[in-house]
């Protein structure tokens, strides 16, 4: 009897020990249930979440369900929908941008967290000297292109230019990251730069005049609140005759001549793998690095530039061709 239950509370400590591994098992029978959190619906924040659905469904079909929820803009309006997620005990969380990282690393320090479309994670969650590992229960993929080389293509289009105006939302920790970056190199070219923040969709109008009057050219980053009004942008630089250049393809689309830009739905696609490892314990978000788009491709806007009486320079692919 004394041999049964010594061979019992061996299989006990084994099946516990497992439990801890610090992965997340592969099931055969339930479902996988991930959760998608998505800072507002554009159109590249819309490709990167179907490229990681897409990819997680191939895997596994019936087997998995992801629940995708759009937030309202901010970090405060992500936050119930993490929360939520985190009751339900979801496996996985997806956070779609910097401002839904931000609120699923305020909700959660046990649940795998990936995050996508976010440009710095060092900057994200203020890791200082940030390594390229987070180390905890975050990793993801990071939409940024290189920013030396999008100041590049303002000297490339308007060498002549003088002033050039940065455009981007004071509530996005990547924004400002990105526009510094942008205006160091763009000074060392030579040209006079000046930073406008504009807080909310409410003043970004009249920022955005203020921007126009004052610069020859303005640049815009990945700004999610830019790429979910680009009609407003347009509608105040193309009849100032003043050119954006764009740091993704989305916006520039809408309100840009000419970007350095990746593809989301890859990047979706690059998360949704790094999915995969996660939740058939193949590895350990702790110790995965923050994984980057590759290929950025140079794109113009033909509308814009028709408009605004620019040629298209040599090497730049029309978007949506």
Not at 78 to 93: H, Q
Not at 247 to 257: D, L, N, Q, S, T
């Amino acid at each position: 009897m004394r041999r049964i239950l010594a061979m019992l509370l061996a299989v006990m400590l084994m099946a516990s020990m497992t439990a801890c591994g610090g992965t997340t098992a592969a099931k055969s029978d339930d479902k996988f249930v991930v959760g998608v959190c998505q800072l507002v619906p554009h159109e590249a924040l819309d490709a990167a979440t179907k490229g990681f659905v897409e990819t997680l469904e191939a895997e596994f079909g019936d087997k998995i369900e992801i629940k995708v929820e759009l937030g309202g803009g901010d970090t405060a309006t992500c936050a119930p929908i993490v929360n939520a997620f985190v009751s339900e005990g979801v496996d996985l969380i997806m956070a779609n941008a910097t401002p839904a990282l931000q609120a699923a690393a305020a909700a959660t320090n046990e649940i795998p967290i990936l995050g996508t479309s976010v440009t710095e994670y060092g900057v994200a969650l203020d890791i200082d000297d940030f390594s390229g590992t987070v180390g905890t229960n975050i990793s993801g993929t990071s939409d940024l292109a290189p920013l030396k080389d999008q100041a590049a293509m303002v000297k490339e289009w308007f060498p002549n230019a003088k002033n050039v105006g940065l455009l981007y939302c004071s509530a996005e920790a990547n924004s400002k990251y990105q526009v510094d970056t942008v205006k160091t190199e763009l000074e060392a070219l030579g040209f006079k730069c000046e930073l406008f923040a504009f807080a909310d969709t409410n003043d970004m109008q009249a920022v955005t005049q203020k921007a126009a009057d004052a610069s020859d050219v303005i640049y815009v980053p990945t700004d999610n609140a830019v790429a979910n009004a680009t009609g407003t942008v347009d509608g105040v630089c193309r009849a100032a005759g003043v050119p954006v250049i764009a740091g993704e393809e989305g916006i520039c689309g809408g309100c840009g001549v000419a970007t350095l830009s990746i593809s989301y739905y890859d990047l979706g696609v690059k998360t949704g793998k790094m999915a995969i490892q996660i939740l058939k314990g193949e590895a350990k978000v702790s110790e995965m690095p923050i994984a980057y788009a590759e290929g950025p491709v140079k794109k113009y806007n033909a509308e814009i530039c028709k408009a605004l009486n620019l040629t298209p320079l040599e090497g730049y692919v029309a978007i949506g061709e």
